[in-house]
């Protein structure tokens, strides 16, 4: 099914629209088709310049990240829940000082 739409366009995207259509000998309604479906497939999607920057960042904090053995890992994740359910590191309960005071 094909829907009529009216499109007000700048005289430089109507010149490279027309001269598109004529270079691939395509309806100038074909040409607008195709490109809104590559732009749509491209939405979202990082453009190299984007990606290639992110993928530097990401190269430049990973080897700051401390190596550690797993089991200190698992160790300190363990003191944490069990503070957690003792409600903080401290062992207290919250908004208590645990000198009597409040």
Do not use: W
Not at 27 to 39: D, H, I, W
Not at 70 to 88: N, S
Not at 89 to 98: D, E, F, S, V
């Amino acid at each position: 099914m094909k829907h009529r739409a009216t499109f007000t366009l700048d005289d430089q995207t109507e010149t490279v629209l027309r001269r598109t259509a004529e270079r691939l000998n395509m309806a100038k309604s074909e040409v607008v088709r195709e490109a809104v479906q590559e732009y749509g497939a491209r939405v979202g999607r990082l453009s190299e310049a984007e990606r290639l920057r992110l993928l530097t960042a990401f190269d430049e904090y990973v080897c700051r990240i401390p190596e550690r053995p797993l089991a200190e890992v698992e160790a300190e994740l363990e003191e944490i829940r069990r503070a957690r359910q003792r409600g903080g590191r401290a062992g207290g309960r919250a908004g208590r000082r645990g000198d009597g005071h409040r």
